[in-house]
């Protein structure tokens, strides 16, 4: 039973995702049917530990009362080296089965631990390269929002950590309890997709002349059904060479790369345009909604209708 939770405050620690662990665990919601933890935060040097923002939180507890903790709480900090002191809190941990959860860079600490070996996990979009660079051991997933991998936690950027955090009290205590902590912190119980729905996707800049004026007419003409034999006579070369010049220029083929513009397309008359499901799927060249919601759901982790809910401008219901 999930019922004694240490936040480890890590000199450099962000304020916002320290604060969504202390929401998540540190709120007594007995009174509305929800649960009431034993939370503690603790540190290696009790005192002032200063933030990432520059001002310095006065923590009491030092990291003794992480020894039978159920959970331990990692939130982002700064990726450089981390004391022994939290990585030894955190093998411990995971080697008497205790839950181990990180929010956004968190992730490097649980890494550099060792505890992450051989497991899945995430971090925050704009760290994932850094983290899979750092730790080859590691199965990065920049793609969703949190992975669990036998007890271990690893949450995307931000506001993640709350689905996270909500994940590990709806396994432990059920969807209710989780229920009620998401109604009070105003939140979905549970969102849908990944965080690859939040990274800024621009069309690709070519990496050869030759392909430029092709790319442009393919962008140009992406309700069309073109082939690759279209385009090679488009770019004046043989459909052979066209395909091999292509993926060794832009780093992927004809077809996926045609794919991935038509989701960018898609995703903007999502954002910007009360068109029809159907009428976008054929704007932007999938021809069905149903095509259309294939390739969200298998790239994007999201169908249409829920990026629209999460980024339109409520034009549509």
């Not at 040097?45 to 992480?66: H, Q």
């Not at 205590?173 to 009070?184: P, T």
């Not at 997709?193 to 004026?213: C, K, L, N, T």
Request: proline share 4%; with cysteine; aromatic share 6%.
């Amino acid at each position: 039973m999930l019922r004694t939770i240490v936040l480890l405050a890590l000199p450099g620690v962000a304020p916002f995702e320290f604060g969504v662990i202390c929401e998540v665990f540190g709120i007594d919601r007995s009174e509305s049917g929800g649960p009431r933890f034993d939370f503690t935060i603790a540190t290696a040097e009790p005192g002032p530990v200063r933030t990432s923002l520059g001002y310095d939180m006065i923590i009491d507890s030092g990291l003794d009362a992480a020894a039978d903790a159920d959970l331990i709480a990692v939130p982002a900090h700064s990726i450089d080296h981390v004391d022994e002191r939290y990585l030894e809190v955190i093998r411990a941990a995971e080697a008497r089965g205790a839950w181990v959860l990180s929010v956004c860079s968190g992730a490097f600490a649980l890494a550099q631990s060792g505890i992450l070996s051989g497991r899945k996990a995430t971090t925050h979009w704009m760290h994932a390269a850094a983290l899979a660079d750092r730790f080859p051991l590691v199965d990065v997933d920049p793609d969703v929002l949190f992975v669990e991998d036998r007890r271990v936690v690893t949450s995307a950027g931000t506001a993640a950590g709350i689905d996270a955090a909500l994940h590990i009290v709806r396994r432990e205590l059920g969807a209710a309890a989780a229920n009620v902590i998401a109604r009070r912190m105003v939140v979905p119980p549970q969102r849908d997709g990944g965080q690859s729905q939040y990274i800024e996707s621009p069309v690709r800049a070519e990496s050869a002349d030759s392909f430029a004026a092709v790319t442009e007419w393919m962008l140009e003409n992406l309700s069309a059904n073109l082939t690759v034999d279209q385009l090679a006579r488009q770019a004046l070369m043989s459909s052979r060479t066209f395909a091999r010049r292509f993926r060794a220029d832009m780093g992927t083929t004809p077809a996926a790369w045609l794919n991935r513009q038509r989701l960018i397309r898609a995703q903007q008359q999502l954002e910007q345009t009360d068109d029809s499901l159907e009428l976008i799927a054929q704007a932007t060249g999938f021809g069905t909604a149903s095509v259309m919601r294939h390739h969200f759901v298998k790239v994007l982790q999201v169908s249409p209708l829920a990026y629209r809910r999460a980024f339109g401008l409520g034009l549509a219901s």
